[in-house]
C-alpha cells in the first residue's frame, strides 16, 4: 500500500508536470503578445503557481521559536503571544469543550477533573505472588533522603522485588540525612496494612528468617545499583548474585529505578504509593483534626508547601534579596558541600531553579484571583529570616495558619521527629482544596503525583522560568498587567489533566499509566457565565469512552468503576507524606 501509493504519487507528479508544459507551450505565442501588451502596466510579470497554504503550527511555531530568541535577548515574557499562540494549534478533546466562552480558569477547581480516575487495580493475568520459600532470595533496601525521597525507594523496592521474584524484607529508614529523624518504618507507616495489601504481588516480611540468616557463610551481599536502571539490569547484575547469596541488601535506594516500565508494574508503583503506604493512626488521626479546624473556619482553604529552610537555600546557590548578610550566611552553610560548584544566582533565577519567596508566593496567588480573606495552611521547616520573611505573605492572606498554631498541645509528642512532622504536613496538604509548592522538590512532585491520581485536585506548580522575569519588573507595570501576564505565564502549570504528556517527566509526579478517563459516553459540563449557569451535554465518541486518556484501558478496569458508586470515587486517602529531600547523589 505504501508502494503504491508513493508510485502514485510520483507518477501524478510527473503527468501534473507534462500537463503544465503542455499548457505552457500551447500558451507561448498568446503570453508573448501579453507580455509585450502589458509591458505598459507591469514589468517583468511572469505567471506564477498558486502558492501553497502554511498550516497553522507551523506558523505558531516560527512565531513562538523568533520571540523566543528575542526574549533571550531582551528578557522579556513573551506569554502573552503563548496565549494566543495555544488557541490556534490542534486542540484536546475537552478543550473542545470550553469553546463556546474564553472564560477565566477556575483556581479552585478544574472542571476536567470529574472526568477522570485512578486505576491501579491488578490485571487478571497478572501472576500472584510467589511464595516465601519458593522465592528467589531476601531483597533488604536501605532508603535514602527525607521521607518523600524515601517514599519513592519504598515504592520501587516492592517493584524490584516483583521483577526479581524476590521476598521484600520491610525497608529501612534513612537515620543519617540531613533530617536526622530515628524513626523506623513502623513508627511512621502502618507495617501490617503494608505487608497484607500486597500479599497479592510480593512477599513481605519484618525480618529475614533466622534460620536463613544461620545458614548463610557470608554476611549479606551490599552493592548499589545505578540511578534509573532498567528491570534488565536488575535481571542481569542482581538477580544472579541474589540466587548465589540468598539475600542482598541495596544501599542509598532513591530513584533507583527507570520511570518507563509496562504498564502493570507502573500499576503495582499506584498500588503501593497511593494505597498500601498508609500513615499509623496516631498520625492520621492528628492530620484530619486538622483538617477538621481548617474546615471549620473555611469551606475550602489552600495549602502551601513553603521550602525554604536555611540549608536549602544554600545548596540552591541563590540569592534572595537580604544583602550582605545573607550572602554570608548562606555562603558558609554552602561550605559543607566541597563539591558544590560556583553558579551564578542571576542565571540560576533566570533558568527557573530557585524558590519562590514567601512574598512571591503571596504576589503569585493574589494575581491569580485568591482574595486577601483565603484561608491558608501553611507547610514548612524553619523559615529562613524568621517572621520578618513571612510577614509579606501574612499581609497578603492574613487567614494565615500553621501545624504549630492549630494544634499546640497535640503536636508535642512528635516535635523530636521531623519525618512524622512532614506526615502530618502531607495529609493536610493532600487534603486541601488546593495545593501550591514554591519548589519542585520531592514533596511537591509526590504530592503533585497522588491529587492527579485522587481526581485531579486543583494543583498549582509556579512556572518559575517564566515568573522571574514578572517578579523583577513587576514594579514596572501596573497590578492589572502583572496579574494577566501572571495568569498567562500559569497556563499549563494549575493541574489539569492533559498539561503533562504520557512518558514526560518523573512517574511519580505524573501517574499517567494509572489515570483513566470515565466510561460515560455523555458529559455534562456546569459552566458559569456572568448569572446564568449555561449547561450542556457533550456527546464522547465510544472509542473515547471506552479508552484511557493517557493509553488504552482493560474492559474489566471499565466495568469495575462502573460497578463503583461516585462518593467511592471521591474518597480521598490519608496515609502518604514528606518533605522534599534537595540532598541527593
Request: hydrophobic fraction near 35%.
Amino acid at each position: 500500500m505504501g508502494v503504491a501509493s508513493k508510485a502514485w504519487r510520483y507518477s501524478g507528479g510527473l503527468v501534473l508536470n507534462n500537463l503544465d508544459s503542455a499548457i505552457l507551450q500551447q500558451q507561448k505565442p498568446k503570453q508573448q503578445s501579453q507580455e509585450l501588451h502589458s509591458n505598459n502596466f507591469f514589468l517583468g510579470w511572469k505567471w506564477r503557481r498558486p502558492t501553497v497554504a502554511v498550516p497553522w503550527t507551523v506558523v505558531c511555531g516560527l512565531m513562538l521559536f523568533s520571540v523566543g530568541l528575542i526574549s533571550l535577548f531582551t528578557g522579556h515574557v513573551a506569554s502573552d503571544l503563548e496565549w494566543y499562540s495555544q488557541r490556534l494549534v490542534k486542540r484536546t478533546w475537552y478543550s473542545k469543550l470550553d469553546r463556546v466562552s474564553r472564560a477565566p480558569i477556575d483556581v479552585w477547581k478544574s472542571k476536567f477533573s470529574n472526568f477522570y480516575y485512578g486505576c491501579s487495580e491488578r490485571a487478571p493475568y497478572f501472576a500472584p505472588a510467589v511464595r516465601e520459600r519458593l522465592s528467589n532470595g531476601y531483597l533488604l533496601i536501605a532508603t535514602s533522603g527525607g521521607l518523600n525521597q524515601q517514599r519513592t525507594g519504598i515504592t520501587d523496592a516492592v517493584v524490584v522485588a516483583r521483577i526479581l521474584n524476590a521476598t521484600l524484607v520491610v525497608p529501612e529508614l534513612d537515620h543519617h540525612s540531613y533530617w536526622k529523624d530515628e524513626s523506623d518504618f513502623f513508627d511512621i507507616f502502618d507495617v501490617h496494612w503494608f505487608i497484607s495489601y500486597l500479599a497479592k504481588d510480593v512477599p513481605i516480611v519484618k525480618k529475614v528468617p533466622e534460620k536463613v540468616m544461620r545458614s548463610m557463610e557470608k554476611p549479606p551481599y551490599t552493592m548499589r545499583v545505578p540511578r534509573k536502571s532498567e528491570p534488565e539490569y536488575y535481571v542481569e547484575q542482581v538477580l544472579p548474585i541474589l540466587l548465589r547469596r540468598r539475600v542482598v541488601q541495596l544501599t542509598k535506594f532513591d530513584y533507583r529505578l527507570s520511570n518507563d516500565l509496562d504498564e502493570d508494574l507502573q500499576k503495582l508503583r499506584c498500588r503501593v504509593n497511593y494505597h498500601a503506604l498508609r500513615f499509623t493512626k496516631p498520625i492520621r488521626n492528628l492530620g484530619q483534626r486538622l483538617v477538621t479546624r481548617m474546615r471549620k473556619m473555611a469551606k475550602r482553604f489552600i495549602a502551601v508547601h513553603l521550602r525554604f529552610e536555611p540549608d536549602m537555600l544554600a545548596f540552591s546557590g541563590c540569592y534572595y534579596g537580604g544583602g550582605d548578610k545573607e550572602r554570608f550566611e548562606l555562603g558558609e552553610i554552602r561550605k559543607r558541600w566541597k563539591t558544590l560548584p560556583e553558579i551564578s544566582p542571576d542565571e540560576e533565577r533566570m533558568r527557573g531553579k530557585c524558590p519562590l519567596t514567601p512574598h512571591e508566593v503571596g504576589l503569585l496567588l493574589r494575581a491569580l484571583g485568591f482574595e486577601n480573606n483565603t484561608y491558608l495552611y501553611v507547610a514548612s521547616g524553619e523559615i529562613y529570616g524568621g517572621e520578618e520573611t513571612l510577614r509579606p505573605l501574612r499581609e497578603l492572606f492574613p487567614n494565615f495558619y500553621t501545624k504549630e498554631m492549630l494544634a499546640e498541645e497535640e503536636l508535642k509528642p512528635f516535635l523530636p521527629f521531623s519525618s512524622r512532622l512532614a506526615a502530618i504536613d502531607y495529609i493536610v496538604c493532600d487534603e486541601s482544596d488546593v495545593f501550591v509548592t514554591n519548589n519542585n522538590g520531592n514533596m511537591a512532585k509526590v504530592l503533585a503525583g497522588r491529587r492527579r491520581y485522587m481526581g485531579h485536585k486543583r494543583t498549582i506548580r509556579p512556572n518559575a522560568k517564566r515568573l522571574s522575569a514578572l517578579f523583577t519588573a513587576r514594579d514596572k507595570m501596573d497590578w492589572t498587567t502583572f496579574a494577566r501576564k501572571v495568569k498567562s505565564c500559569q497556563r499549563g502549570f494549575m493541574g489539569e489533566p492533559e498539561e503533562i504528556k504520557p512518558g514526560r517527566g518523573e512517574f511519580h509526579e505524573f501517574p499517567s499509566s494509572c489515570i483513566c478517563q470515565k466510561p460515560s459516553k455523555y458529559y455534562v459540563v456546569n459552566k458559569n457565565k456572568g448569572d446564568q449557569n449555561l449547561t450542556r451535554i457533550v456527546n464522547v465518541s465510544k472509542a473515547e469512552s471506552s479508552n484511557k486518556i493517557f493509553g488504552n484501558e482493560r474492559e474489566e478496569s471499565v466495568m469495575k468503576w462502573k460497578n463503583k458508586t461516585t462518593s467511592n470515587e471521591s474518597v480521598s486517602f490519608t496515609e502518604d507524606i514528606d518533605r522534599d529531600d534537595f540532598l541527593s547523589d
